[in-house]
């Protein structure tokens, strides 16, 4: 990997925490537990906590990638970073510009044997 291709990973690691940083404060308001004082009717408040599972699920994927973004984010600067954690090959820059937080070949995460 050359410094240019880090520089650019980097980036793209930071714009992505950004953009799932700024996707949190309005799904953590649409989570928030709907009151049962709150005056709506049968079919909407059915359609309320149906909303509120969905967005708890979505919350929940963005905590773990924000997650793994973080950690991809101290290992960029390492010579670990875009190397399989498996293997120990290299992941190609075409999978870490799609998926910059990789921590394993496609092989390997395709091979679902430990
Ligand atoms: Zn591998």
Do not use: F, W
Not at 36 to 44: A, D, I
Not at 59 to 80: F, S
Not at 86 to 110: D, K, N
């Amino acid at each position: 990997m050359t410094e240019e291709q880090r520089g650019e990973l980097e980036e793209l690691i930071r714009s992505k925490i950004e953009d799932i940083a700024a996707s949190m404060p309005y799904l953590q308001e649409e989570t928030k537990a709907i009151a049962p004082s709150v005056s709506l009717g049968r079919l909407t408040r059915m359609e309320a906590l149906n909303d509120k599972g969905v967005n708890e699920h979505v919350l929940e994927q963005n905590r773990r990638q924000l997650q793994r973004l973080a950690n991809a984010l101290k290992r960029v600067d390492t010579n670990e970073y875009g190397h399989c954690v498996r293997c120990g090959g290299e992941i190609p820059i075409e999978r870490l510009r799609v998926v910059p937080e990789a921590v394993v070949c496609v092989p390997c995460a395709e091979n679902k044997r430990e």
